[in-house]
Structure formats: C-alpha cells, structure tokens
C-alpha cells in the first residue's frame, strides 16, 4: 500500500527533505596530486557545490573540503574520513559534492555512505550531476553510480596497464 503525503495527491517519497535545519559541508576532490593535471578541477567542483546550495538554499557549514587523492582504495583520504566522522558525531547532516563518484569509487565507503544513510547518519545528499533520494530506489541509484564509478577506475587501470606492457614490448 502506498502512504500518501498530507495532501494526498503524491505519495509520500515523492516530498523533498525539508532542509531547512539541516547543516551541509561540501566536498571536493580531484585523483591526482600533479598541479599541472586538472587544475580547475576542485575550483570548479566548489562552485558548481556552492552554486547548488543557493538554489537549493542551503546551510553550508565553513568553507568547502577538498582532497588531491584518489578514491579507488578505501581509508585512504583523511578529509574524507574526518567528514563521516564529523557526521557522525553530529557536526554536519549531509555533504554536497559535484557527483557520487567524488565520494566514493570503491565499494567499500560506497557501502558505508549508503548506511549512514540508512542508518540516518547522513541524512542527505546533494549533488550537481546526480539527483538522490531518501527512498529504497534512490539508494539503488546512488549505489549504481558508485559501481559505475569503480569499474570506470577498474578499467581504466586495466588499458594503462596493456599500453604500458605494449610500450615496454614496442
């Protein structure tokens, strides 16, 4: 049976989040530590983040956290790590990022993110490039972009991997 929202004309997982007294902290990260590699990249995360949280009108706590590391191994980005934990311990209730794959491209934080969301740990997310929702399909769809996003980085470092040994037969 589907519940209905109290002007019984949507269902119920079809109310956005009131956001209101929520508290955001957006997150930027780039994989590389070379300067001269995607040098607007975290620049142009953050506002396209700050941008969002205007329309959206939301409270973003401090200035924006970025990172130059990678996300295909998990426990290896300490901002990251200190965000979940601020979260946990209440300082924050949600994180805006550029796209799920900023947050995660190993299954590992991937599978946590989902439960402190499910768990209300987090209790949202925003993003510019992918739109989330509280609900069971919203989920699966934040799941699916983190899968999409460890096998782009899985892939990618299989064709590294066949030019190099193709370079060093050449």
């Not at 956005?16 to 590389?32: F, H, P, Q």
């Not at 070379?34 to 983040?49: A, K, L, T």
Request: net charge positive; proline share 4%.
């Amino acid at each position: 049976m589907v519940e209905y929202s109290s002007d019984k004309t949507l269902p119920m997982f079809y109310n956005e989040l009131d956001t209101s007294n929520l508290r955001y902290v957006i997150y930027a990260r780039k994989s590389t530590v070379d300067e001269q590699r995607q040098q607007r990249s975290i620049p142009d995360q953050i506002r396209d983040c700050q941008k969002l949280a205007a329309q959206l009108q939301l409270h973003v706590i401090g200035p924006a956290f970025t990172e130059k590391k990678s996300a295909k191994k998990p426990n290896q980005r300490p901002v990251f790590r200190q965000i979940l934990n601020d979260i946990k311990a209440g300082k924050y209730d949600g994180i805006i990022a550029w796209h799920p794959d900023r947050l995660a491209r190993n299954m590992l934080e991937g599978g946590e993110i989902i439960h402190m969301v499910d768990t209300e740990e987090i209790k949202d997310l925003k993003f510019c490039m992918h739109h989330f929702t509280q609900d069971a399909n919203g989920k699966m769809l934040l799941g699916m972009a983190f899968v999409l996003s460890k096998q782009y980085t899985d892939h990618l470092s299989e064709s590294v991997e066949r030019g190099v040994k193709n370079r060093f037969r050449e």
